[in-house]
């Protein structure tokens, strides 16, 4: 039986930006905590991401830039600590940072900052820090009783914030998953977000040795739409306008491409029939595309006359296929290329101001492992950081 004195007052399982965020607030509070990583180091996807730079957060973070089942859930948790909070923490330490685009911030050195100034301020709250330590199970008696490489742990709250499935090679499990369903726990089904898609055999002929070409396009499901770059991959499409629309897919098998979101196109390729007869498809598209991209298209829709000997309906049906492409989607690119997981904890199973489990008193989630995605651009990092502010305060 573990002695009073080992017992902890929370443990945390996973040591990445939820994991550390929450592990400081709860210890600054003067708790007594525990934090179980099972990598050698902690703060691994902060260490990675951003290009090693760490999109830390963004500017324009809003419940609306979220995804989940239940999309007024992180409304409290995203109110109470804004990407102002993380902003007067990263200049707190000092760390230089720049705008890159979109609101998205980024350090100006590299992640690591970010990741020291967290385990340095752990530290200095008094908060241990274990390292290559897995867990193997977690009961609940009197106490929280964790099972670990490293020995049993005792507490009397629990945080699991053990990230989702996407990026195995850091070491990804579905840790989250199986404690959440060991404590009764209802779990949205789980999809990688924010991934490359793989387009279908035909389409890959048409555009796969197009590899490494991108362009800036509207890209649609339904009512969701997101103006960003497409990059044109040897398997189909990635790029931040494809990562973005992943993540709402669901049962759709296509996306639709809008070449030409910001121009009146049927009225600009009339203008070119009546004003510059002889001017052709390719000239045009070749204005505001790749050669070889704009090629292709000629090549597959067979636009090989100049404008002036196009009927009008084969202006309509260009405008149209250029501003409403609909492309097949075969699948996406999995785990190993996802950035994030959707779908994870039911967040009708939490309490949105404290992430705490309504039906274990003491059982918190927080971060990736929740059915909470965020946008591409610093908006997961932010939700990272919220989540794990109100467990923090809460524990």
Known sequence: MTKEKDIYHTIILGGGAAGLMCALQAGQRGKRVLLIEHNDVVGEKIRISGGGRCN????????????????RFCYSALARYAP????????????????????????????QQIIDALTRDCEAAGVTILTNCMVDGVQKEEHFEVETTLGEFSSTTLV???GGLSIPKLGATDIGYSLAD???LNIIPCDPGLVPL??????????????????????SIGKTSFDEDVLITHRGLSGPAILQISSYLEDHTEITINLFPDMPLEEELFQRKNNHPQSTPKQFLNE?????FARRLCEHHQWSVPFG???????RVMARSLQQWRLPIESTEGYAKAEVTRGGVDTKELSPKTMEARKVPGLYFIGEVVDVTGWLGGYNFQWAWASAYAAGQSV
Do not use: W
């Open 160 to 162: 699991v914030a053990t």
């Open 56 to 71: 830390f957060t963004n500017l324009y973070a809003d419940p609306k830039c979220y995804y989940s089942k239940n999309p």
């Open 84 to 111: 102002a909070d993380i902003i007067a923490y990263v200049d707190q330490h000092k760390i230089a940072y720049h705008e890159k685009t979109l609101g998205q911030l980024f350090c100006d050195g590299s992640a």
């Open 182 to 184: 060991h404590f009764g």
């Open 198 to 219: 793989k387009l279908t055999a035909d389409n890959l002929e048409t555009l796969g040795d197009l590899s490494g070409i991108s362009f800036p396009a509207r890209v």
């Open 309 to 315: 000997e196009m009927s009008d309906k084969r202006i």
């Open 288 to 292: 505001h595309l790749s050669l070889r």
